[in-house]
């Protein structure tokens, strides 16, 4: 009697291990692709960042240019310039959020305190 109780006890406790593995399978499943998904919204995020950051600087490059064309009269020449110049300030932003420029430091002196 007390070997069927033992052969029993070990069946359930073999069958609720095997449930166990299964449900942690699928947890760790789970668990990856909501880190994937995580991945995936940081990535989106990050490129509609840049992507508006360069877009807004050449629109105000392009706005300010056209702005002192009509102020001053020099119909094609600050439009064109302007624009180049946001152009190049958007490439920079993009490169600085990419990591790939150091941030603009404080014109400070090496010791970050200031003193004059």
């Known amino acids: 009697m007390t070997d069927d109780r033992d052969d029993s006890l070990e069946q359930r406790l073999k069958r609720l291990s095997d449930q166990l593995a299964v449900r942690q399978k699928g947890e760790a499943a789970e668990k990856a692709k909501e880190e994937q998904s995580e991945a995936s919204r940081k990535g989106m995020a990050l490129g509609l960042k840049i992507s508006s950051e360069f877009i807004a600087a050449i629109a105000v490059g ?3 240019g056209y702005l002192l064309d009509r102020l001053a009269g020099t119909t094609p020449w600050g439009m064109i310039i302007l624009l180049l110049l946001g152009f190049c300030a958007g490439v920079l932003n993009v490169l600085r ?10 014109f400070r002196d ?7």
Request: hydrophobic fraction near 40%; glycine fraction near 30%.
């Open 62 to 64: 392009a706005l300010l």
């Open 97 to 106: 959020a990419l990591g790939m420029v150091a941030q603009p430091g404080s």
């Open 110 to 116: 090496g010791d970050g305190k200031g003193g004059s």
